[in-house]
């Protein structure tokens, strides 16, 4: 009988990483299936968002090495990475402000298709990015403000911007940083749908500190403590780690 | 699968962005009405058309990427020696010497565009700052080349198409620098609104998202700097060609500043912005002539301090805030 | 017997030490608050007309104008501070730019108002006059008492930043401002005490400047140039970088000047726009 190997599209070896003697990621090593639905928890501080930055290339290692989809990318520079399939939305929105809702997708519809670089034609000329961009955004229910500019959209709608902007990038595998971060109890609901919506072939990673929310959508979680890998495992085995629940309270000393 | 011939709505919403309003065609008619109204100010005319066409230039860069430059006028400088040269020792024959300024201001902008994306602010700012001001030494020190401060000599250009000829009565120069400031300005609006230009403003809007959504945004900044550079030239050698002289001032901080002055207070990221402040600034300049340098920058000083802490957007943001407020009434 | 070239270096340095006076107030400011004042060298014009008036209308001493200069750009700072740059720190380089070369534009023309644009007269104080006689060079009386008083002021500043509390409150908000504030100290404060002493030392340098490099209108410009190389190639709110950088520019323009005379100001900016592509934040910068 054959045993399905399962393809490993996104991992990381013996990453580290320092600010002088500030040691913000230690030997970490992942590694992520496809259609994997990780999500990666630790208490404020233990370098969730720096491993992000680590793994799309905004911060560069002091050692070890990233491979996407077996190609070593660990030399790439962020761009590159997003166009090989990695894409990352931003704990704190990083939109464009004065860009309308259509116009940033669209944007970046048109840099996936390579046609950003195009100075002499009208953008409206592009029906199929356009109409690609517009269905993202009905699909995360932007629909209706999709014509808004982005610093009058409200903050729940905005962080659906995020997710929009980092799937007009076609990835294979999509960084979710804090996806709902602040956003009100009852827009979230909107948040995790479109969460939930995403493709099974799409590999998620996603940082969350709510554990309803990550025990609904995870399959396997990652905890992350003063910048290791604390533990990892199923959540059932997590929910139940005894370590796993000091260091939240902080009654075992880490590091 | 709708028919391919269709247009959808979100199509016609971006093309209704860039579409023909009425007050840019009641805009560019008026344009018209020096050759009727001001007869005798036709050579201010131009040599307005030409700086309106420089902050234009400018307004790419600074307006659409973002790129702060206090040293714009080493192309624009470029551009004007490089007519006058080419009319001196080649021939004088003015669309000619427009492509020989073009191809050498791109190029010297091309080249500095390499040092230009990799930095932003201050580090940004000192390095076009330093740039424009070794062009400035280089054209001061090469006086056997340039004329030094004594301005290039020997300029003569030919009458345009073998007929009109470069007069005093200005018909031809205005005729001239408004044509190519109307052609450039088609050009630049069509790149504003082209996905180029939606790259531009997102990097204008947020640099940091951009590599996130895949760009390359250092190409992006070459490139519009590249185009930038190129019309800058361009404008320069059509002073040249109109003054029939070139001059230290064409190069020097003081034209890098200006244009950073009317950019601003037209309002910059607006297309327009450039031209209108140019139209102010010079018309005001020229109406002021009379008086002593300084008392002149006592007064740009105050409109740069007002600008900055009431209209940070410029003359073109402050009217488009009042629309915005008189339309929700 | 020394060969002239050490003449050169000593005018040099001289020449380094005014202008490191006149920029580390800048380049601090710029490290703590990352705003571009470009009026910088307005308030050192201040000070030196200040100094000028006092000496040439009203018999003052120019040794005790000194402090007043220093005084009175330090105020003026505070109140542009409070009126102005103070709803200005969070906007755009580009507004921050524009604002104060407005600034220094309207100190041009007020200063061309009331003092003429000829350069000011200044007597040298009679102590201050002729050369010192060493090993074989002459040493300028006025340019060895600059060396002294520009030394004074590092030893000051490096003092002040190291071993006081107020330093080490600055050092916290040139770090990280958010931190320093969440630590509870008053950034603002320390912004402004900074700001203010920055500038009475570019009002020092002014009053100082005069001698060397005389005193018209235009200084705030011609001046302000050589301040901006020296911050950004000695690297944003660091003092030793102001040292170093401005050093290595008096040095180069003196330098320049006296051996390459045809090549103008050509190699400090080549000089600066080198170093800047080699190390954009500056040879002592972060980032």
């Known amino acids: 009988m054959e045993a399905e190997v399962t393809e490993i599209v996104l991992s990381t070896r013996r990453l580290d990483k320092n600010f002088g003697s500030l040691v913000v990621a230690r030997n970490i090593e992942l590694n992520l299936p496809k259609g994997a639905r990780y999500a990666l928890i630790g208490p404020n501080g233990a370098g969730k968002t720096t491993l992000i930055n680590l793994m799309t290339g905004m911060l560069k290692p002091n050692a070890g090495q990233i491979f996407l989809g077996g190609e070593d990318v660990t030399a790439l520079e962020p761009q590159e990475r997003v166009r090989r399939g990695l894409a990352r939305t931003f704990q704190i929105n990083t939109l464009f402000p004065g860009l309308n809702a259509l116009e940033a997708v669209t944007l970046a519809v048109c840099e996936r298709r390579n046609i950003a670089g195009e100075f002499w034609r009208n953008v409206a000329v592009h029906r199929e990015a356009i109409e690609e961009a517009h269905d993202i955004l009905v699909r995360l229910r932007l629909g209706d403000s999709c014509y808004q500019v982005t610093r009058e959209l409200p903050y729940g709608r905005q962080r659906l911007l995020e997710i929009a902007l980092a799937l007009a990038t076609k990835p294979k595998v999509l960084l979710l940083d804090e996806p709902a971060a602040g956003v009100p109890q009852e827009e979230s609901g909107d948040i995790f749908e479109a969460v939930a919506s995403l493709s099974d072939d799409l590999t998620l990673l996603f940082i969350e500190h709510d554990m309803h929310v990550v025990f609904r959508f995870a399959s396997h979680i990652i905890v992350l403590v003063g910048g290791a890998i604390f533990t990892e495992g199923p959540p059932a085995e997590i929910a139940a780690d005894p370590g796993v629940r000091e260091v939240y309270l902080g009654k075992r000393k880490h590091g | ?329 | 017997m020394l060969p002239p070239v050490f003449g050169v270096l000593f005018d040099g340095i001289a020449y380094g030490m005014l202008l490191f006076v006149l920029s580390v107030g800048l380049s601090v400011t710029l490290g703590l608050m990352n705003f571009v004042n470009l009026a910088h060298c307005a308030f050192a014009m201040l000070g030196g007309y200040l100094t000028a008036t006092l000496v040439n209308d009203f018999n003052w001493s120019f040794f005790a104008t000194l402090p007043v200069a220093f005084i009175a750009a330090a105020t003026a700072s505070i109140a542009f501070e409070r009126v102005f740059y103070r709803r200005l720190y969070r906007a755009s380089d580009l507004d921050q730019v524009l604002l104060t070369i407005g600034i220094a534009f309207v100190s041009v023309a007020i200063a061309a108002y009331l003092f003429g644009t000829a350069q000011q007269p200044i007597q040298t104080p009679p102590l201050l006059r002729g050369a010192v006689n060493f090993l074989g060079l002459s040493l300028g009386k006025y340019r060895l008492f600059l060396i002294g008083i520009a030394l004074v002021v590092t030893i000051l500043l490096v003092v002040g930043i190291e071993y006081t509390r107020f330093g080490a409150q600055v050092r916290a908000a040139v770090d990280n401002q958010r931190m320093a504030g969440g630590l509870g100290i008053n950034v603002e404060r320390t912004f402004a005490v900074t700001f203010a002493l920055g500038s009475g030392l570019a009002g020092l340098g002014g009053a100082l400047a005069i001698e060397i490099v005389g005193l018209d209108p235009n200084f705030s410009f011609i001046y302000l140039v050589y301040v901006l190389i020296i911050v950004s190639v000695g690297g944003l709110g660091s003092i030793a970088g102001s040292f170093a950088a401005a050093i290595l520019i008096g040095v180069s323009d003196i330098a320049g000047k006296y051996y390459f005379p045809e090549l103008g100001a050509f190699l400090i900016y080549l000089v600066m726009v080198v170093i800047l592509m080699w190390r954009p934040a500056g040879l002592f910068g972060r980032r």
Request: charged share 10%; with cysteine.
């Open chain 2, 1 to 329: 699968m709708a028919p391919t011939d269709t247009i959808s709505a979100p199509q016609l919403y971006l093309q209704s962005l860039s579409r023909w309003s009425a007050i840019e065609i009641a805009f560019w008619l008026a344009t018209l009405l020096p050759f009727f109204l001001f007869p005798n100010y036709l050579s201010l005319a131009s040599q307005i058309a030409i700086t309106a066409l420089f902050a234009l230039s400018l307004d790419l860069i600074l307006g659409y990427a973002g790129v702060v430059s206090l040293g714009h006028a080493a192309f624009f400088g470029i551009g004007a020696y490089s007519a006058g040269l080419f009319s001196k020792f080649v021939w004088g024959e003015p669309f000619s010497g427009l492509l020989v300024a073009a191809l050498l201001a791109g190029l010297a902008g091309y080249a500095t565009s390499f040092i230009i994306c990799r930095f932003r602010h201050l580090t940004l700012i000192m390095l076009t700052l330093g740039l424009g001001l070794l062009a400035f030494e280089v054209a001061n020190s090469a006086h056997w080349l340039t004329g030094g401060s004594d301005g290039l000599q020997g300029v003569r250009i030919w009458p345009l198409f073998g007929i009109f000829k470069f007069d005093l009565y200005g018909y031809t120069a205005y005729s001239y620098s408004l044509t190519a400031l109307f052609l450039f300005f088609l050009g630049m609006r069509r790149l504003v609104n082209s996905p180029f230009g939606l790259a531009l403003r997102g990097i204008r809007e947020n640099l940091v998202r951009m590599p996130a959504i895949g760009a390359a945004s250092r190409a992006h900044i070459r490139k519009a700097y590249t185009i930038a550079a190129t019309v800058a030239g361009i404008a320069g050698a059509l002073l040249t060609q109109t003054t029939e002289s070139a001059a230290l001032e064409s190069i020097s901080f003081q034209r890098s500043a200006d244009v950073l002055v009317m950019l601003v207070l037209g309002g910059a990221g607006r297309l327009y912005g450039g031209l209108i402040g140019a139209i102010i600034f010079m018309i005001a300049r020229d109406q002021f002539s009379g008086i002593a340098p300084q008392y002149w920058y006592f007064w740009i000083g105050i409109l740069l301090i007002v600008v900055v802490m009431l209209l940070p957007n410029g003359i073109l943001g402050g009217l488009s805030k009042i629309l915005a407020r008189w339309r929700r009434k």
